[in-house]
């Protein structure tokens, strides 16, 4: 498997084709550099798609699922286990909400929070229980989470769906509220919407939303499978807004690498949602993914994380912002923390640049057709930036 036609003819025969890959096979990582099978490197300003919040190679955190793989990797949910309940405890100090459920993924998780909502609702008495999802929204792949997507592209090969979802539109309360009535169950929504295009909820939205959620007792879940974690420059992106979720989604980030999501719920929508019997994972929360969710709590304190992303957004916002001023094919700037979205002019696509960035050795994603996304690992130092900066420059000189 030396050469790329090599790799990809084999993928192709034996994986399903259900991703449009780059022709690179990536092999091994180090800090913030990938190194592909013919020994090329590349300067990571993906990470995973947001997952590799702690670089590559972090020596502490493999040593901490080494030594875990040594005692135990799996029990089962019909006992305890003390690494989930360190994880859990360190999750819900982290972001203020009470019960944890850890699940295998970020689009399980939000089908875990359908079922607070729902299961909520149910105790009410509510008859015909709604949800009001945003228009432009990800919330992952499985029928539950695919149902509060907002992208009907992504929907009409699997209708039916869930029923009673409605779409609103992403920071215009207005829409909202116009569909919020006595079955309204839950408001689903991403404090920064990510795959679309990378934007920040306003604070008048999410305080809107709030308020609306309290008066009406709404289940509020903010998916922070994404901008959660660090990314946004607080440990979660609603800490910038001064509220709080009902129910919080995480993952991506939540296991740097190791597959584990959660969802949390406060206390209140705990006391009256999901009971014993009413939810379960095989896998969640088994003390191997755990003992990684634990440790990356800790690293995320020893190596003062969160201030690094807040000293490296100041540096990363005002480069790209330079960069949009040389160019006025750059037509917009968003994001928050170390997410950030560059959106170019309609004639470009992003795949384009991101090819070029590839041949130059710099990973960076799309998010949509024509918006570039910086997600690095929160690890960067502001060389790294500046090397990001030099070769996506030298491929925008050229258009
Ligand atoms: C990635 C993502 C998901 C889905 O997570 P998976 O682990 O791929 O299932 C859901 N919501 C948001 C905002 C995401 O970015």
């Known amino acids: 498997m030396n050469t790329t036609t090599d790799f990809i003819a084999s993928a192709s025969e034996s994986i399903l084709k259900t991703y449009n890959r780059q022709p690179i096979n990536f092999d091994y990582g ?13 300067l990571d300003f993906g990470s ?34 003390t690494p989930a309940i360190e994880a859990a405890q360190k999750l819900r100090r982290a972001c203020g909400l009470d019960k944890v459920f850890f699940t295998n993924s970020g ?5 875990g929070a359908l079922k607070v909502a729902k299961k909520y609702a149910f105790q009410k008495g509510l008859k015909n229980p709604q949800i009001i999802a945003m228009n432009n929204s990800f919330h992952g792949r499985t029928l539950g989470a695919l149902s509060v997507t907002g992208n ?39 404090s920064v919407q ?43 992106a609603y800490q910038h807004y001064g509220i709080k979720p009902d129910v ?59 201030q690094n992303v807040q000293n490296m957004t100041t540096i990363l916002e005002s480069k790209i912002n330079a960069l949009c001023k040389k160019y006025n094919f750059l037509i917009d700037h968003r994001g928050l923390g170390l997410l950030r979205g560059i959106e170019l ?32 690992p929160l690890v960067i130092d502001s060389s790294h930036i500046d090397e990001m900066i030099e070769i996506l420059d030298s491929i925008l000189r050229e258009i």
């Open 248 to 306: 919080l989604t995480s993952a991506k980030a939540l296991g740097c690498g190791v597959p584990v999501g959660a969802f949390v719920v406060s206390e209140k929508i705990a006391k009256h949602s999901l009971q014993p019997g009413d939810h379960g994972s095989t896998y969640g929360g088994n003390p191997f993914v755990c003992a990684a969710v634990s440790k990356v709590f800790d690293l995320f304190e020893e190596l003062s994380l969160i």
């Open 48 to 81: 995973g798609v947001g997952v590799n919040a702690l670089g590559y190679g972090n020596k502490a955190f493999n040593d901490a699922l080494k030594a875990q793989i040594d005692k135990v990797l799996h029990i089962s949910n019909l006992y305890y286990n």
């Open 194 to 236: 990510g795959e679309s295009g990378v934007t920040p909820a306003t604070k008048e939205f999410l305080s809107q939303i709030r308020r609306i959620c309290d008066e009406k007792d709404i289940v509020l879940i903010l998916d922070e499978i994404q901008c959660g974690m660090g990314r946004s420059g607080k440990m979660f």
């Open 107 to 111: 689009t399980e998780s939000i089908e």
């Open 345 to 376: 002019e309609e004639r470009i696509h992003s795949k384009d640049i991101i090819v070029r960035a590839q041949e130059k050795g710099l990973i960076i994603l799309p998010a949509g057709h024509n918006t570039l996304r910086i997600a690095p």
């Open 30 to 42: 180090k800090g913030v550099y990938l190194f592909d099978t013919h020994g090329k490197k590349y």
């Open 152 to 190: 009907t592209s992504y929907q009409k090969p699997f209708l039916p769906l869930i029923p009673d979802v409605v779409f609103a539109d992403f920071n215009n309360f207005e829409s909202v509220e116009k569909f919020i009535n006595d079955n309204t169950c839950a408001i689903i929504l991403e």
